[in-house]
């Protein structure tokens, strides 16, 4: 009984040359694949001549490039983010971003379908979670960003990744990782060490193996909370791990790897903005090597708050300064096409 095909774009290159040579093939041809793929964003063998006719033959029987169609693209009215959804294989639905910004683009990728987290602030935690993205699954996404780029008037590469779409991507981390390593393969895409950032609510097992480990990716941990009871509120998975034990794994993090960490927090008028918060926040941040990323509240239809105002995260700013903590205010891109962050979702409104 013969196998089905599997995704090439689930496959780190050691895979891919070790299963060249466990066809009988030198593994200089899979690094010639490997290229075609990224670096000419080639799929068709038909345009790789410089492969075997044989390893070819082999290939294609053995490999699929499942590249995800769009089943819809949104463009914001500035210009600057497109929104795509595209369909997975078992016909479920997940969303991508390409955000412009001054001197680079960006791709918001998602790690999952749907998330599990329950962030009450998020669309995707309202739509409940359905599955994993495979390593594929996420390559894929990264792969359609970079040939929408190269096709752009003046084509460009992909160069800065965030997973901080759909899904909590710890929760789903030993596919994440492969698809880091692809990604970051100097072979092909290339993204470099510090080219992909990672989006956690606050998975405590999977900020320690991540210390441990050695991945070439920046943390950001979404904290929203400076108590142990306002995160929970926000963010359920505080109560599995509590506020104290996700401070002393971000601690454990900064010293192993010495990276800063970027603390995510989304500005929410009357709940988490107010001068008495920001003290808050320095006070647990003072010290560390930190820098706090303040986000004015996306609308979502199951979350009733409002944005904090801009003079509000002005001042949240200034009081971070006493405490020598660095902040930026998130510029708010794609919100009128729900592109911003917390605002994904294949659910209908
Ligand atoms: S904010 Fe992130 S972790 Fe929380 S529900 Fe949304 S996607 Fe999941």
């Known amino acids: 009984m013969s196998s089905s095909p599997a995704n090439f774009y689930d496959l780190p290159l050691e895979e891919l040359r070790k299963l060249a040579v ?51 693209e949104t463009r914001s009215t500035d210009g600057f983010t497109r929104k795509y959804l595209l369909a997975l294989a078992d016909h479920r639905r997940i969303e991508t971003v390409l955000m412009r910004y001054t001197g680079r683009v960006t791709a918001c990728l ?31 996404q990264a792969v359609h960003v970079d040939r929408v780029l190269r096709g752009s008037s003046e084509p460009e590469r992909l160069r800065n990744i965030v997973l901080m779409g759909m899904g909590e991507p710890l929760h789903n981390y030993d596919a994440v990782m492969t ?27 999977g900020i320690i193996r991540l210390a ?36 002393a794994a971000c601690r454990y993090y900064s010293t192993k790897q010495r990276r800063r960490i970027f603390y ?14 920001a003290h808050a926040v320095g006070r647990l941040l003072r010290g560390l090597p930190a820098q706090v990323n ?15 105002n801009r003079e509000a995260a002005r001042h949240f700013q200034q009081i971070l300064v006493e405490y020598g903590l660095p902040s930026t205010v998130r510029q708010r891109r794609g919100v009128d096409i729900a592109a911003g962050c917390g605002q994904l979702t294949t659910s209908a409104p």
């Open 22 to 72: 466990r066809w009988a093939f030198s593994p200089v041809h899979a690094a010639r694949l490997w290229r075609y793929v990224y670096l000419d964003s080639v799929t068709a063998w038909s345009r790789m001549p410089e492969l075997p006719a044989r390893f070819r033959a082999k290939a294609e029987a053995a490999l699929v490039f499942a590249l995800l169609p769009v089943a819809t």
């Open 264 to 277: 995510e927090w989304t500005l929410i008028e009357g709940r988490n903005d107010s001068a008495e918060t």
């Open 110 to 140: 998602s790690s999952q379908a749907g998330c599990a987290m329950g962030c009450v602030f998020c669309a995707t935690g309202q739509m409940g979670f359905a599955r994993h993205l495979t390593a594929g699954e996420m390559v894929a």
């Open 294 to 308: 303040l986000i004015p509240l996306n609308p979502t239809a199951g979350y009733g708050g409002a944005p904090a």
């Open 212 to 247: 441990d480990e050695a991945r070439p990716v920046h943390l950001a941990v979404s904290l929203h909370g400076a108590t142990q009871a306002e995160r929970a509120a926000l963010v359920p998975v505080a109560k599995m791990w509590p506020l104290d034990e996700l401070m």
């Open 179 to 205: 698809a880091v390593e692809i990604l970051c393969d100097p072979a092909g895409l290339a993204l470099g060490q510090k080219k992909i950032t990672l989006s956690t609510v606050g998975i405590v097992p």
